[in-house]
């Protein structure tokens, strides 16, 4: 592991010279605006973006279920999998069902942040290409009203993400943390949105102090220790976001500790040299699971690259990842029955969710067939607006 460490070491510097962290490659999407073959996909979040001009852009302060603080203002979610326990007359404690959902879950905060992600995403991709200030304004919107406005902002903590009713003192879990995923795009947002003429500095680091706050939460709080050390596709998804925030908030020595410790903490421990991911692999939904991890891993090495790092130097490290798609990919176009171990569900929106994985492992290893295997399976519309982002 030290030669992993030596190489953060040696790069560390170049971290902090970025002042916009960004997961999506904006440099390279503006250079290729005009490529006839991304016209459709241009297209398409162009008819996206006009839709949602006229749609009223979904709150946290409007949800139906309050969170235990009673203040609206809280994330509030229950967790997916944790069910009402039979053997009690009032249902509680809550018992865990690993992969099926409780539909009590439905119609919360996870669902809105989710239509807040997908419609602040939409408007930034087509102000990006489009240059239209219509959608630069509803861009601008979602962001005041999210994080901003003080009558409708989101408090900046996950406290009650994932709540398994009857445990913690119906305080979130460590697991909720996973819901902020959805919050990764807003840096690049908002470094879109800020050639628009409706970008205001102050607005801009009202946001960004925002996200300092929040990324405090993350690190002092039991939820966020907690998920830190998880060794799984928790810990992955934690690691990252804490990276991203620290680079958007320009906490350099963060920034620095969680990009430097990746490869060891996360690659090495959690892919074993043929690819397999043991501890996503136990569960009830194992291909999705080794897709979601896997789908991370490739999110930072896209970030790490955009801050002048290549996570995938190290032969043994790029070694790990290819083998992680290889491992995958023989059952591409294969019926669940042929996977030895447990899908409960989803298994052909998990077959494309690793489409869209050898479409950007294609990226990094162009010499494997992943781009052929990608065209011959993936049953996106050309219009997809991942073609966009990957």
């Given amino acids: 592991m030290k030669r992993f460490v030596s190489l953060f070491a040696a790069l560390g510097l170049a971290i902090t010279a970025f002042a916009q962290p960004v997961l999506w490659n904006i440099e390279h999407m503006r250079a290729q ?24 852009i979904p709150l ?19 967790a997916r999998y944790w069910w009402p326990n039979p053997d ?25 942040l989710g239509a807040m992600e997908k419609m602040l995403t939409v408007c930034a991709l087509a102000y990006l290409y489009s240059g239209k200030e219509a959608y630069a304004e509803k861009g601008w919107e979602i962001l005041r009203a999210w994080f901003i406005n003080k009558k ?24 909720g943390l996973l819901d902020g995923y959805s919050l990764l795009i807003v840096p690049d947002a ?72 990746f490869v060891e903490r996360r690659i090495m421990p959690q892919f074993e ?9 136990a569960r009830t939904r194992a291909y999705g699971y080794s897709c979601y991890n896997l789908k991370h891993i490739f999110d930072m090495i ?19 990842v290819q083998k992680a798609v290889d491992f995958l990919a023989p059952y591409l176009g294969k019926q669940v029955s042929a996977w030895p171990f447990m899908q409960i569900a989803d298994w052909q929106k998990e077959q494309q969710n690793f489409c869209w994985i050898l479409y950007r492992a294609n990226r990094y290893f162009p010499d494997k067939q992943y781009l052929s295997l990608f065209q011959t399976h993936n049953t996106a519309k050309p219009s997809a607006r991942y073609y966009l982002i990957y």
């Fill in 33 to 56: 605006a005009n490529d006839p073959a991304l016209e459709a996909p241009v297209a398409g979040i162009i008819r996206d973006a006009e839709k949602m001009l006229a749609t009223p």
């Fill in 88 to 112: 009690t007359p009032d249902g509680l404690p809550y018992v865990r069902k690993d992969g099926k959902r409780n539909p009590e879950t439905e119609g919360m905060d996870r669902e809105t």
């Fill in 60 to 78: 946290i302060t409007d949800k139906q279920k309050t969170a235990p603080s009673g203040d609206k203002h809280d994330y509030f979610s229950m």
């Fill in 273 to 281: 040299p043929d690819g397999r991911q043991p501890k996503e692999l």
């Fill in 152 to 175: 409708t902002r989101m408090n900046p903590s996950m406290q009650y993400s994932q709540v398994r009713m009857g445990h913690n003192n119906n305080l979130g879990s460590n697991s």
């Fill in 190 to 261: 908002v470094e879109i949105l800020s050639a628009s003429k409706q970008a205001k500095t102050k607005e801009i680091e009202t946001i960004r102090a925002w996200f300092a706050d929040y990324l405090q939460w993350m690190l002092t709080s039991e939820q966020g220790q907690k998920e830190d050390i998880a060794p799984n596709n928790h810990g992955t998804a934690y690691h990252i976001q804490v990276a991203v925030y620290a680079l958007f908030t320009r906490n350099d020595s963060v920034a620095n500790r969680y990009l430097s410790s």
């Fill in 302 to 320: 896209d970030i790490c690259r955009l801050h002048g790092i290549d996570l995938l130097a190290d032969p043994e490290v790029s070694a790990r």
